[in-house]
Structures are given as C-alpha cells and as structure tokens.
C-alpha cells in the first residue's frame, strides 16, 4: 500500500505541476463564461433585419386590425436589442380561378426567394367560424427554423379572432377579455410548523436552487470525471511506447502501480473539484446568493466522484495497457466514451421526473449512478436514503470488478508489444487467475 501511495503522489505532482493542467483549470471557466457572453451577444445582435411579410386575407376583416397591430408592435419594440421590425403588405385578392390564386402564391412564393419578401399568410374564409382544419392559418416562408414571425401572426390573429366572434355574438369585447383574463400561479413549497408550534408559510420556490444547482451539480462531477479519466489512458500508453513501465514494475507491482495511478487521479478530480465548487460559492456569495449553495451535499459529491472516477479511471488504464499505440487505443475508448457519456442522453426524463420508476432505475445502472444519482439527491425533496445506499452499494461492487479485471489486463498487456488484442483476448485476461 506505501508503494501505491508513493505512485498516487507522483501521479498528483505530475499532473498538477505540469502548464496543461494550470491552463485547463483556467480556461474551462473561461469558456463557460465565455459561452454565457456570446449567447447574450447573438441574442441580442441575431434578429434586427426587417420582416416584410404579406397577407392574404379571405375574410376581409382581419388585415385591417393585423396592420395596426404590427405598427404598434414596431413602435413598442423600436430601439430594442435583438428585436425585428415588421412590416405588413395586404394584398388584394384576385378573381374567382383558383389558378389566378394559385399564380398569385407562386409570385410570392419567388419575391420570397429574391428575400424582397420574408413570408407571406394567408387567412381563410372559414377563419371566423372556427371550421376545423379549413380555417388553418397558412404561413409560407423560406426559413423554416425562423419562428418568431410566425408564432407573433398567429397570436395576434387569434387575438382579432376573438374579438371578431364576440361582436358576431353580441358581446362585449371589454366584458369578454375581463371574463377571458388569466389568473397567474405562484409556486410555494409545503407548510411546516416550526419547534415552538407555529405553522409556518410555505416559501416561494427558488429557481436557482431548483433548477440551476442539480444541473450543475451533475455537470461538475461529468466534466471533473472527464477532465481526469481519460488522462490515465495517455499516461499508461505513454509510459509503455518509451518502456518506462517496465522501470517501474521493477519498484512496484501491476497492482500497486496501477492502484497509485487511480489514487492520483481520484485526488486531481477532487482538486478540480474542490476549486470550480469554491469559485462557484465565491462567485454565489458576490450575488448574495450564498442560500442556494447546498453545503449538504459535499459529502454526497466527494463520494461518487471518486468511485467514478475508479470505474472509468480502471477502464481507460485496461485500455491503455492492452494497446501498443493511440489508433488501437482510440479504436477501444470509443464504446467506453459511449458508455459515459450515456447518462447524458437519459438526464432530462430524470430531471423532470426523479420519482419515476424511470428514473429510480437509471440512478441504479453502476455506470450512470455517480452522474444521475448526484442530480437526484440535488432535486427537491431527494431520493431515500436506501436508494441512495443501495446504488452505492451496486456502483461499488461493479467499480470492484471493474478495478479487479482491469488489474488484470493491466498485468498481462503493460508489458505487451506489437498487435492490440480482440474484446475477446481482453476478456479472457480479466477472467484469468
């Protein structure tokens, strides 16, 4: 054990003393604040061309109220960051042919793709009267991943059908949108009675803490696991092409090396840790937000980062000691980064939803566990304890096989020239004595 902790220690020093790993440390929060400030950039610089648009409207009624809605829309975003002008042109309708009609799409059809028009709508007759698919709105346009036009049309012409039925009916227009006038929700948490027996209000759900703090919680232990893992891979194959593996397994066992260089890494993930968790209290604590860090789950942190980081950390050492260059390596890590990176696919039905069968049986698969299971106990109200304990208990035991056979493979292949060996191979030396 004293030989392994000597290797975890030069493992560490190595790691953290070299430009690489200052650099990442530093450019990682770079990056994401980075990314903060270029969506707000793109937000507020990507929509400011004009909108010219036409309308077809089969009613005669609409086209009216939908050019004065765009001109008070256009004087009250005027000046506005990120926000287009729009500009409406009603088109006269043509004869009885429906190929006059017919002609007379197509000619908007083509100013659209000479961009002197951006879409064109047309409103049928039937619109009034509610008929079903017949009085479907239809918006033709270029740009199909644009929605914003299209989604402001129709809320203002559903806005002016509305209205349009209450004076067919006789009624009030004022009376009607007072009766029609939503009611908001407030989202509390439950009621409580405190020590003395005074029933305490429920508070107002915080967002932040509620949807930012589980979110980056998972990511913080994704990208530490990430950031190190992989790193043992590069190392071991390195070691073994110059042959200073075998230098060291003169000093110290397969066993130990490879139990060493798992300890370094577990300790360089805590470091990443603990120092992107501290800038993000520090930064917390700047913005008087301090309330939404949940100290309590630290402990909960530290654990399954460093069993995840034994699990993929075993793998990626399995992997680079069974091959003798980085194409065969790259070869193997493939399925292995799939398998990581598969929590990610699945995050979001858990997310929504931490109760559901769905999701108490994700937080168990052992390769899932350290990255759903985090975000779990970081939602509201959080899992029981014995799910908690029992998927520890899965993810332990699978990361003990994992580290057992990998050790394997870590004896017979560090030594190991020329061809990789098949999926086959690998799993005969795991299973070997």
């Known amino acids: 054990m004293r030989k392994a902790l000597i290797v975890a220690a030069a493992e560490l020093g190595q790691s953290v003393r070299t430009k690489a790993f200052i650099v990442s ?4 929060p770079i990056l994401l604040g980075g990314s903060v400030v270029v969506q707000r950039f793109v937000e507020r610089h990507s929509d400011e061309s004009e909108r010219r648009f036409a309308v ?36 006269p309708l043509p004869g009885a ?17 000479d961009k002197t028009l951006f879409a064109f709508i047309e409103i049928p007759a039937a619109t009034l009267d509610g008929d079903g698919a017949v009085s479907q709105l239809r918006y033709h346009s270029d740009s199909p991943t644009y929605e914003d036009l299209r989604a402001w049309l129709e809320l203002s012409l559903n806005e002016q059908v509305r209205l349009a039925r209450f004076e067919r009916l006789g ?19 439950l009621l409580a009675r405190s020590d003395d027996g005074v029933v305490r209000e429920a508070k107002r759900v915080d967002q932040v803490r509620t949807l930012g703090v589980p979110i980056i919680a998972m990511m913080l232990v994704f990208m530490v696991v990430m950031m190190s893992a992989p790193q ?45 968790a501290g800038g993000g209290y520090a930064a917390a604590t700047i913005l008087g937000r301090s309330d939404a860090f949940p100290l309590e789950l630290i402990p909960w942190l530290v654990i399954f980062l460093v069993v995840a980081v034994f699990l993929f950390g075993s793998i990626f050492l399995a992997v680079g000691a069974a091959c003798s260059d ?11 980064m799939m398998i990581a990176i598969f929590p990610m696919f699945v995050w979001i039905g858990v997310f929504k939803n931490p109760e559901s069968t769905f999701a108490v049986t994700m937080s168990m698969i ?25 998927s520890l208990v899965l993810c332990g035991g699978f990361t003990y096989l994992c580290v057992r056979g990998a050790g394997k493979i870590f004896r017979v292949g560090l030594l190991l020239q020329g061809k990789a060996p098949s999926l086959r191979e690998l799993w005969r030396w795991a299973r070997a004595d």
């Open 171 to 189: 009624l009030d227009a004022a009376v009607a949108a007072h009766v029609q006038r939503p009611v908001p929700s407030a989202h509390l948490g």
């Open 232 to 276: 043992l891979l590069n190392s071991v194959l390195e070691e073994k092409m110059s042959r200073i593996s075998e230098v060291l397994l003169g000093a110290v066992t397969p066993f130990e090396l490879m139990l060493g260089k798992l300890t370094g890494s577990a300790c360089v993930s805590l470091l990443l840790a603990t120092i992107y």
């Open 326 to 336: 980085i194409r065969d390596a790259q070869s193997l890590m493939t399925p292995v």
């Open 97 to 113: 042919p429906a190929a006059a009609l017919d002609e007379l799409r197509l000619t908007l059809s083509e100013r659209i793709r």
């Open 56 to 91: 077809l409207d089969h009613t005669g009624k609409l086209a009216s109220g939908l050019v004065m809605n765009t001109a008070a829309r256009n004087l009250l975003v005027a000046g506005r960051a990120a926000a287009y002008l729009a500009e409406v042109i009603p088109v």
């Open 25 to 28: 440390v530093l450019l990682m």
């Open 366 to 390: 052992p390769t899932a566990t350290p990255f759903l299971m985090m975000l779990r106990l970081s939602l509201h109200p959080g899992p029981p304890l014995w799910q908690v304990l029992l």
